[in-house]
């Protein structure tokens, strides 16, 4: 990869933890719990984001995140109070922000005029605590920002005084071939003044194309106190030939928080020392400040790595585990001396290869934080869309998840706040006439419950209308007109393909996809989800998700000479059928009938053409599971063997995608056996419904 | 085999051979990523006769292609003797259950003629061309189109 675009990339990766702990901050001080070290955290996040801006030259997000900074800056230095008004501006610029961010990572720039609300209000903010600072705002249009000069603060027209110097130090190769140290520079800076220097690696080509001798550092220092200009220049005089220089005086800005250099990361420096054998040591004392050690001191450190490494890991743990079952087994087959010893060594092993598993499976869980976390931008949009008050409280947070299943959370927890806001929540007038508060409270909580994950979305808004819900069931011919219908049945109508509940379209929920749309998005996570409501109370979706995607919950099955794992999620019971239950209905159907319905019969070992499967279902067993597509099936198997979880083995790669056929995976004696992909089943019955037809016009190209 | 070594400035390829009834094969050394003994096939539903089914590779699941019943000549009657030809093309990787592994070879590129026009049939899509050395004619397979044709997906109703 090109170096830049290498770097490019790390930026954003760090803007999004940014933004994300810009967001909890401002969050924080929505909730009055604003102390300096937050606003602090928030300030360093936006003007982070804005220095790295600059060295890419993202004008308009430099541009925006500066008038950002500027508002921050007076609340920080407390010129202004983050009150409610002030905090909702601040809430909404971070919004745009974020969308600075995400429109330089796309190439497309935003449309204009985007930012200009919010740019106007943020100006208005800052206008409001300087002195005579109307040309400030005058003077935001057309500011002109140059790419590299991070700290640049148009203070200066307000404010002449000098309270420091930045200083643009890029040494060229002859400085160094000259035996020239830019840390002795440094040093003699330090005694001018507190200094912050920040290195540009920005120059820096990868390892391949470095040549050693070369110099590709450049470093941004800057000097606070009131040192002269003579004394600046004295400190490069032996130097000033050697590389390009760049002095100039820092208006009396309030002190400039030295960054916590997102963009260097530690391997990268020792990577490429090389060329300037001193710059880890530079990187020291750029860390000397207080404050930047305080904000290294408090992130926890991290690495990043390629997910594709992990579980590769996650796979060898899995083997190693069925290995040492396999070898288990067979020094008690063998009997051998010693046998006893042999086994409490293996016994230890098994310990130790347990917790080993649930370590790396640990290194693929993440706190559901990051989904979280997007959420209140949403409500705070769609609150203003509907012009309903909303509080969106989150809980749980922490609770750790594998990060597939985080990643594909947000899609259908986004569609489901939609909904509670659109149709759950009444309007402040209809909640008045309630006898509730103007504002609606929407919860969404996370917690671990028995080797799951359970998600919770409740709203305290007017609950299921179950009269219109039935009423449209019923219109849209998903029901018949006389069914009798317990009230959870009526509410988890609106899990029903094509079911949609609002009267009118709206532009925020009703866009086609319903709740269908989420309930499948959440069972193929191998989730589920159910919904409670209280009528004029509100209502409470609760989603179990499993903890992670690489390991299921399944029934293990014995089909004639085959062994199937079934996913646990699709079976509703399993039982052993009597005869008489068992009806047939065409030439090659049968139905089997259960509590007063009748379900269609599938044969499993026919279906999917295995040797030797028992052909009498009241002889075996019959497992009832619910399908996406086609409803509730009886599948038919000889034997159940025993429920476990098993690691989720894909061979597509290796081999093309089977109808009915979900993965497979390793049972513990090593031997493969085939996860079955229930509403695969279900097409599969289909086709071979048609089969006869399909053979007959086959017969001529594959006979 | 020395006299063919002796061919000077051209690219010399290494082969494993090995039988699969009375038949020769061969099959490009840098494809080959280790070869095991046969073991027990989890069967795929509605698979093609000449997939015998998956087997566990230290946790990856390997379809095994019955070379035999791949050349239409019946299916493999396997024993305890018949060896699993582990065979890597680029990302996908698969089993080939042969009779016996046989020798390495080595060849320049001229003595690999192409397969002969009039043989074509089953045998020829797979067949990379010919080497004869030592009088003897080894088959070259071309694993990639062995392997491409596991992964491209057929129908339910012809995969029956």
């Given at each position: 990869?090109?170096?830049?675009?290498?770097?490019?990339?790390?930026?954003?990766?760090?803007?999004?933890?940014?933004?994300?702990?810009?967001?909890?901050?401002?969050?924080?001080?929505?909730?009055?719990?604003?102390?300096?070290?937050?606003i602090?955290?928030?300030?360093?996040?936006?003007?982070?984001?804005?220095?790295?801006?600059?060295?890419?030259?993202?004008?308009?997000?430099?541009?925006?995140?500066?008038?950002?900074?500027?508002?921050?800056d007076?609340?920080?230095?407390?010129?202004?109070?983050?009150?409610?008004?002030?905090?909702?501006?601040?809430?909404?610029?971070?919004?745009?922000?974020?969308?600075h961010?995400?429109?330089?990572?796309?190439?497309?720039?935003?449309?204009?005029?985007?930012?200009?609300?919010?740019?106007?209000?943020l100006?208005?903010?800052?206008?409001?605590?300087?002195?005579?600072?109307?040309?400030a705002?005058?003077?935001?249009?057309?500011?002109?920002?140059?790419?590299?000069?991070?700290?640049i603060?148009?203070e200066?027209?307000?404010?002449?005084?000098?309270?420091?110097w930045?200083?643009?130090?890029?040494?060229?190769?002859?400085?160094?071939?000259?035996?020239?140290?830019?840390?002795?520079?440094v040093?003699?800076?330090?005694?001018?003044?507190?200094?912050?220097v920040?290195?540009?690696?920005?120059?820096?080509p990868?390892?391949?194309?470095?040549?050693?001798?070369?110099?590709?550092?450049?470093?941004?220092?800057?000097v606070q106190?009131?040192?002269?200009?003579?004394?600046?220049?004295?400190?490069?005089?032996?130097v000033?030939?050697d590389?390009?220089?760049?002095?100039?005086?820092l208006?009396?800005?309030?002190?400039?928080?030295?960054?916590?250099?997102?963009?260097?990361?530690?391997?990268?420096?020792?990577?490429?020392?090389a060329?300037?054998?001193?710059?880890?040591?530079?990187?020291?004392?750029?860390?000397?400040?207080?404050?930047?050690?305080?904000?290294?001191?408090?992130?926890?450190?991290?690495?990043?790595?390629?997910l594709?490494?992990?579980?590769?890991?996650?796979?060898?743990?899995?083997?190693?585990?069925?290995?040492?079952?396999?070898?288990?087994?067979?020094?008690f087959?063998?009997?051998?001396?010693?046998?006893?010893?042999?086994?409490?060594?293996?016994?230890?092993?098994?310990?130790?290869?347990?917790?080993?598993q649930?370590?790396?499976?640990?290194?693929?869980?993440?706190?559901?934080?990051?989904?979280?976390?997007r959420?209140?931008?949403?409500?705070?949009?769609?609150a203003?869309?509907?012009?309903?008050?909303?509080?969106?409280?989150l809980?749980g947070?922490?609770?750790?998840?594998?990060?597939?299943?985080?990643?594909?959370?947000?899609?259908?927890?986004?569609?489901?706040?939609?909904?509670?806001i659109?149709?759950?929540?009444?309007?402040?007038?209809?909640?008045?006439?309630?006898?509730?508060?103007?504002?609606?409270?929407?919860?969404?909580?996370?917690d671990?419950?028995?080797?799951?994950?359970?998600?919770?979305?409740?709203?305290?808004?007017r609950?299921?209308?179950?009269?219109?819900?039935?009423e449209?069931?019923?219109?849209?011919?998903?029901i018949?007109?006389?069914?009798?219908?317990?009230?959870?049945?009526?509410?988890?109508?609106?899990?029903?393909?094509?079911?949609?509940?609002?009267?009118?379209?709206?532009?925020?929920?009703?866009?086609?996809?319903?709740?269908?749309?989420?309930?499948?998005?959440?069972?193929?996570?191998?989730?589920?989800?159910?919904?409670?409501?209280?009528?004029?109370?509100?209502?409470?979706?609760t989603m179990?998700?499993?903890?992670?995607?690489?390991?299921?919950?399944?029934?293990?099955?014995?089909?004639?000479?085959?062994?199937?794992?079934?996913?646990?999620?699709?079976?509703?019971?399993s039982?052993?059928?009597?005869?008489?239950?068992?009806?047939?209905?065409s030439?090659?159907?049968?139905?089997?009938?259960?509590?007063?319905?009748?379900?269609?019969?599938v044969?499993?070992?026919?279906?999917?053409?295995?040797?030797?499967?028992?052909?009498?279902?009241?002889?075996?067993?019959v497992?009832?599971?619910?399908?996406?597509?086609?409803?509730?099936?009886?599948?038919?198997?000889?034997?159940?063997?025993?429920?476990?979880?098993?690691?989720?083995?894909?061979?597509?790669?290796?081999?093309?995608?089977?109808?009915?056929?979900?993965?497979?995976?390793?049972?513990?004696?090593?031997r493969v056996?085939l996860?079955?992909?229930v509403?695969?089943?279900?097409?599969?019955?289909?086709?071979n419904?048609?089969?006869?037809?399909?053979?007959?016009q086959?017969?001529g190209?594959?006979? | 085999?020395?006299?063919?070594?002796?061919?000077?400035?051209?690219?010399?390829?290494?082969?494993?051979?090995?039988?699969s009834?009375?038949?020769?094969?061969?099959?490009?050394?840098?494809?080959?990523?280790?070869?095991?003994?046969?073991?027990?096939?989890?069967?795929?539903?509605?698979a093609?006769?000449?997939?015998?089914?998956v087997?566990?590779?230290?946790?990856?699941?390997?379809?095994?292609?019955?070379?035999?019943?791949?050349l239409?000549?019946?299916?493999?009657?396997?024993?305890?003797?018949?060896?699993?030809?582990?065979?890597?093309?680029?990302?996908?990787?698969?089993?080939?259950?042969?009779d016996?592994?046989?020798?390495?070879?080595?060849?320049?590129?001229?003595?690999?003629?192409?397969?002969?026009?009039?043989?074509?049939?089953?045998q020829?899509?797979?067949?990379?061309g010919?080497?004869?050395?030592?009088?003897?004619m080894?088959?070259?397979?071309?694993?990639?189109?062995?392997?491409?044709?596991?992964?491209?997906?057929?129908?339910?109703?012809?995969?029956?």
């Open positions: 990869m090109d170096p830049m675009e290498s770097i490019k990339q790390t930026y954003f990766q760090e803007c999004e933890e940014l933004l994300l702990a810009m967001e909890e901050g401002l969050i924080a001080m929505e909730g009055g719990e604003a102390d300096s070290e937050v602090n955290a928030v300030f360093r996040a936006v003007h982070s984001i804005k220095g790295g801006g600059g060295a890419f030259g993202f004008e308009s997000l430099v541009s925006f995140a500066h008038h950002f900074e500027t508002v921050l007076h609340v920080r230095s407390g010129k202004l109070d983050h009150d409610a008004p002030v905090v909702k501006v601040l809430l909404r610029a971070g919004d745009i922000l974020a969308d961010v995400s429109a330089a990572r796309s190439g497309q720039p935003l449309t204009e005029g985007h930012d200009r609300d919010v740019m106007e209000e100006a208005a903010l800052a206008d409001d605590e300087t002195s005579g600072g109307g040309e705002s005058a003077d935001f249009d057309d500011l002109d920002f140059t790419p590299m000069q991070i700290e603060a148009d200066e027209a307000t404010a002449p005084a000098i309270s420091g930045r200083i643009r130090f890029v040494p060229h190769a002859s400085l160094y071939a000259n035996a020239n140290e830019p840390l002795l520079i040093r003699e800076l330090q005694s001018l003044g507190d200094v912050d920040e290195v540009d690696l920005s120059r820096l990868s390892l391949a194309e470095l040549d050693p001798a070369n110099a590709y550092f450049a470093w941004t220092i800057t106190g009131g040192a002269t200009r003579e004394v600046i220049d004295e400190a490069f005089e032996f000033a030939g590389c390009d220089l760049e002095i100039e005086a208006a009396a800005a309030p002190d400039i928080e030295p960054l916590p250099e997102p963009a260097v990361e530690l391997s990268e420096v020792d990577g490429s020392s060329p300037a054998p001193n710059a880890p040591a530079i990187q020291t004392a750029e860390r000397k400040g207080p404050p930047a050690v305080e904000a290294i001191a408090a992130v926890k450190q991290t690495i990043r790595v390629d594709d490494k992990v579980d590769r890991l996650v796979n060898l743990v899995g083997e190693l585990v069925i290995t040492q079952a396999m070898l288990a087994q067979r020094v087959e063998a009997e051998v001396q010693g046998a006893a010893a042999v086994g409490s060594g293996l016994v230890e092993l098994e310990h130790l290869l347990r917790d080993l649930e370590s790396v499976m640990a290194i693929r869980t993440q706190p559901v934080k990051s989904v979280f976390q959420m209140p931008r949403l409500v705070r949009e769609l203003a869309q509907t012009n309903k008050q909303v509080r969106l409280v809980e947070e922490a609770t750790e998840v594998d990060k597939t299943v985080i990643d594909r959370l947000g899609e259908p927890l986004t569609h489901m706040i939609r909904n509670a659109d149709h759950g929540l009444e309007t402040p007038d209809e909640r008045r006439q309630a006898g509730k508060p103007d504002e609606g409270t929407v919860t969404l909580s996370a671990h419950r028995g080797g799951r994950i359970v998600i919770e979305l409740s709203d305290d808004g609950g299921i209308n179950r009269e219109r819900v039935k449209k069931a019923v219109e849209k011919g998903l018949p007109p006389n069914a009798m219908l317990s009230d959870e049945e009526v509410d988890n109508l609106i899990f029903l393909p094509g079911f949609s509940t609002a009267s009118e379209v709206s532009n925020i929920s009703g866009r086609g996809v319903g709740m269908d749309v989420v309930r499948r998005n959440i069972v193929e996570l191998g989730g589920r989800i159910v919904i409670a409501s209280t009528p004029k109370r509100g209502s409470r979706f179990t998700l499993p903890l992670t995607l690489a390991v299921l919950d399944g029934m293990v099955v014995g089909v004639g000479d085959q062994t199937f794992v079934l996913p646990l999620t699709h079976i509703v019971e039982l052993q059928p009597r005869k008489e239950d068992i009806r047939p209905f030439s090659e159907r049968s139905l089997l009938h259960i509590r007063n319905s009748y379900v269609p019969l044969r499993t070992g026919e279906l999917l053409g295995v040797k030797g499967a028992q052909s009498d279902p009241s002889k075996g067993v497992i009832l599971v619910e399908s996406e597509g086609a409803g509730r099936l009886a599948l038919t198997v000889d034997a159940i063997l025993g429920q476990r979880q098993v690691v989720i083995k894909s061979f597509e790669g290796n081999y093309h995608r089977i109808e009915g056929i979900a993965a497979a995976t390793i049972l513990g004696d090593g056996a996860i079955l992909d509403d695969g089943l279900v097409t599969r019955c289909r086709v419904l048609n089969h006869d037809q399909i053979t007959h086959a017969t190209t594959f006979g | 085999m020395s006299e063919n070594m002796e061919h000077s400035g051209q690219a010399r390829r290494q082969f494993i051979t090995f039988k009834g009375e038949q020769e094969f061969g099959a490009d050394i840098m494809t080959i990523r280790e070869i095991r003994g046969w073991t027990p096939t989890t069967e795929l539903p509605h093609p006769p000449y997939v015998c089914g087997i566990n590779l230290r946790g990856m699941v390997l379809p095994v292609v019955d070379l035999k019943a791949r239409g000549r019946g299916k493999t009657e396997v024993s305890a003797k018949h060896v699993i030809i582990v065979v890597r093309c680029g990302e996908q990787t698969m089993g080939l259950l042969v016996a592994v046989s020798d390495i070879l080595t060849a320049t590129e001229s003595d690999i003629q192409g397969t002969p026009e009039l043989a074509r049939d089953t020829s899509e797979v067949v990379e010919i080497a004869v050395l030592d009088q003897r080894v088959t070259i397979l071309g694993m990639d189109r062995l392997a491409a044709m596991l992964v491209d997906h057929k129908p339910v109703s012809q995969a029956a």
